[in-house]
């Protein structure tokens, strides 16, 4: 069975910092990576996709992550963050076909301060 | 293009009062999604819909929760009777294409429903 874990609940940066959020994920089989967001009272945004294409994957808002096998990770970053990142991001797997429903990580909710 | 539609946006019922609620997804989606997620978790799926079809309820609690598609649009989701541990977002999604083939499709998430049980 597939699963993910999101290191740290909480993740807080400065303005204009880099923002790293870990996910590693457990698939007996290669899966796809998915990145989401979650604004205060709203539902899940893509932020970007990993569907076996390239290992690199660019996201809106300038978010990206790179999918590296041998670490079985799927780590999000962004080089500078912006205030209007503040939210809680969802990294999910899949393993698409028949079988696509997404297990999601917990989360881990960023907070950037001025 | 519309997004997921989802009503009512918050609910606070008692114990053993039933809920239900409603979902519109993306015109042309065939496939629909219920996830349930509870304060501090990601969501959790609950039933899955292609069509009028269910693919996948195996995490659905089948002797309070139940759903319906009937006419492959629109979902309901119903509680009866409603426990406190229902207290949650429950999130309704769609994706385009038949959950087959080689890649796999993107799902778009409505608001959800916020779900509070006293």
């Known amino acids: 069975a597939q699963s993910v874990t999101q290191l740290g609940s909480h993740v807080s940066v400065s303005e204009g910092a880099l923002v790293l959020l870990r996910c590693n994920y457990s698939?007996?089989?290669?899966?796809?990576l998915f990145w989401y967001v979650q604004y205060p009272n709203q539902g899940l945004q893509l932020l970007l996709k990993y569907t076996s294409a390239a290992t690199l994957v660019k996201g809106i808002n300038g978010f990206e992550a790179e999918f590296k096998k041998s670490e079985t990770s799927f780590h999000l970053t962004k080089p500078s963050a912006h205030m209007s990142d503040a939210a809680e991001y969802f990294c999910?797997?899949?393993?698409?076909?028949?079988?696509?429903?997404?297990?999601f990580g917990k989360g881990t909710k960023l907070s950037v301060k001025p | 293009e519309a997004g997921v539609a989802q009503s009512p946006r918050y609910k606070i019922i008692e114990k053993r009062q039933s809920v239900a609620f409603w979902c519109n997804p993306i015109s042309g989606h065939a496939t629909l999604y219920w996830y349930q997620q509870i304060l501090g978790q990601g969501p959790k799926l609950l039933i899955q819909f292609q069509n009028n079809g269910v693919v996948d309820d195996s995490q659905l609690p089948k002797d309070r929760f139940s759903a319906e598609r009937l006419k492959g649009v629109d979902s309901t989701l119903k509680i009866q009777p409603a426990k406190l541990e229902d207290s949650a977002v429950y999130l309704c999604?769609?994706?385009?294409?038949?959950?087959?083939?080689?890649?796999?499709?993107?799902?778009?998430f409505g608001p959800g429903t916020r779900l509070t049980v006293l």
């Open positions: 999604a769609s994706s385009l294409r038949r959950p087959s083939g080689e890649r796999t499709d993107t799902q778009y």
């Open positions: 999910a797997v899949t393993l698409g076909g028949s079988q696509g429903n997404l297990i």
């Open positions: 698939s007996s089989v290669p899966p796809y």
